[in-house]
Structures are given as C-alpha cells and as structure tokens.
Antibody
C-alpha cells in the first residue's frame, strides 16, 4: 500500500532554515509528480510546491517563491522541502502528497502523508 | 482570500442531500482545468474524494458525486451520514498563478 511518511518538522526561530523529508513506499516513486501542501492551525489547505517525476520541473506558490526549494532523490524514494528565511506565517502542518500524473500539473493528489508540523517562533 | 470560493459551512439532517459549490474564474476552472475534491476528517490528512470533476476513486461511496459547469464545480452528497461530518476542499489549477489552488474549505455539519 502507498505510504508517505513526513519528517523534519519542529520549532525554529524566524529567519532560520529547516528541511522537511517525505519517504515514499508502495508505488514507483520515480513515475509521479509530488507536492507539498500546508495547513496553518485552524485554517484551510494551501498548495506550496510541485516537482515533476524526474525533478526537471518545479513550481511554487508566490508566498514561498525564492525562500523554499522542492527536490527529490528517486534513488532514495524521498521528497524534500528546503525552507529558508522562515517567517511566523509559515507555521503550519506540512503534507507531502502524490500526484496522479508524472508532471503534477492540473491533476489530483491521490495520496497524502500524515503531515509534519513546523512552528516558527522566537 | 482563496482563488476558489466555497461556502464556509453547510448542514443537513441524516438521509438528506447537500451540495457544496466551488466558484473559480477564467484562469482556473473556467479555463477548462479539472476540479478535484477532498474530504478532511477531524485530525486527519485530506483524502481524495472526486477527481477529474466527476470521477470517484475506488472505495468512495456513490453517495458522493461531482459536476462542473462554466467557472464552477459542485460536490453533492446524498443520504447524509454522521460519518460525513468533515471539511471539504475543492482544488484546481490556475494558469495565471502557474500552480494548484484550493478553495477555502466547507465545514459540513450533520444535524
């Protein structure tokens, strides 16, 4: 069965960096686009970033562009999100999600991880 | 302010039918991009409920159905059950933003 296990969250001071990981299993990781989606406490879902199956195409929400970098290691079946210059408003539960296609554009997210919590506070 | 607009809440009695709207614009649903729907039960990760406007993944009851017309999409739930009480989100792609977008979410209360 498909499993997405996120890790790397924690409490970090404003302006600092954090790297999230998402370990995938139960499907051919290198055949699918992957996303990060976040949810601030008590708020709705916000799409953060997408990476194509081979890592050649990446797109970001305006709110994180220039600060966050999505990447993947297909040899390790792992998705990453490098978050720099963190702000209080980045505090959220970060979900990794599998796309239904190779490019991850205009398609649905069919499996989600359990979420990893990032808290930005001094 | 979400790019896709949903009502904050809807409610219905057990056995009734409810509908949740998702209004977009000419750069997302109106541009021909599909709408997808997710169910988020309290304290859990979202789950894909409807993809490609009207398709149900395996295991999703046929009480759930989706449709799309013009710049909007809708999710209908018939035969409401207590277990349907959750938050529901629509999602599509926006070519002006070059990324996926979500609606603000709708909280369904089963009375």
């Amino acid at each position: 069965q498909v499993q997405l296990v996120g890790s790397g969250g924690g409490v970090v001071q404003p302006g600092r960096s954090l790297r999230l990981s998402c370990a995938a299993s139960g499907f051919t990781f290198s055949n699918y686009g992957m996303h990060w989606v976040r949810q601030a406490p008590g708020k709705g879902l916000e799409w953060v970033a997408v990476i194509s199956y081979d890592g050649s195409n990446k797109y970001y929400a305006d709110s994180v562009k220039g600060r966050f970098t999505i990447s993947r290691d297909n040899s390790k079946n792992t998705l990453y999100l490098q978050m720099n210059s963190l702000r209080a408003e980045d505090t959220a539960l970060f979900y990794c999600a599998k796309d239904t296609t190779i490019f991850g554009v205009a398609s649905a997210f069919d499996y989600w991880g359990q979420g990893t919590l990032v808290t930005v506070s001094s | 302010q979400s790019v896709l607009t949903q009502p904050p809440s809807v409610s219905g009695a057990p056995g009734q039918r409810v509908s949740i709207s998702c209004t977009g614009s000419s750069s997302n649903i109106g541009a021909g991009y599909d709408a997808h729907w997710y169910q988020q039960l309290p304290g859990t990760a979202p789950k894909l409920l409807i993809y490609g406007n009207s398709n149900r993944p395996s295991g999703v009851p046929d009480r759930f159905s989706g449709s799309k017309s013009g710049t909007s999409a809708s999710l209908a739930i018939t035969g409401l059950q207590a277990e349907d009480e959750a938050d529901y989100y629509c999602q599509s792609y926006d070519n002006r933003l070059s990324g996926s977008v979500f609606g603000g979410g709708t909280k369904l209360t089963v009375l």
